[in-house]
């Protein structure tokens, strides 16, 4: 199970730390991703990391604001984002792939999801 938290209503300009905890598989063994859903948009990538942290990928948009981290002994995946604008308001997941990729359809994990919104 992936349990996304740490979402909520946030101004222009503010700061939100999502967390992802993962049981039920062995999450060291695992790529994360966060993706988000805005309403009436199909789900898109925001972020990924490797299983063992050492790399990451992030969507064009987020680039400079967003930073994925993930901690192997919590089993628990990150996402801090900062400068937040209002086109960022979406229902965010977080994934878990086996093959390093940003393509929803390669992650056969996913968590509930966490509302974030930020008024203008």
């Known amino acids: 199970q992936l349990q996304a938290s740490g979402g909520g209503l946030v101004q222009a300009g503010g700061s939100l730390r999502l967390s992802c905890a993962v049981s039920g598989i062995t999450f060291s063994s695992f790529h994360m991703g966060w993706f988000r859903q805005a309403p009436g948009k199909e789900r898109e990538f925001v972020a990924a990391i490797t299983w063992g942290g050492g790399s990451t990928s992030n969507a064009d948009s987020v680039k400079g604001r967003f930073a994925i981290s993930r901690d192997n002994a919590k089993n628990t995946v990150y996402l801090q984002m900062n400068r937040l604008k209002p086109e960022d308001t979406a229902v965010y997941y977080c994934?878990?792939?086996?093959?390093?990729?940003?393509?929803?359809?390669?992650?056969?994990?996913w968590g509930r999801g966490t509302q974030v919104t930020v008024s203008s």
């Open positions: 994934g878990a792939s086996m093959r390093w990729t940003r393509d929803t359809r390669e992650y056969p994990y």
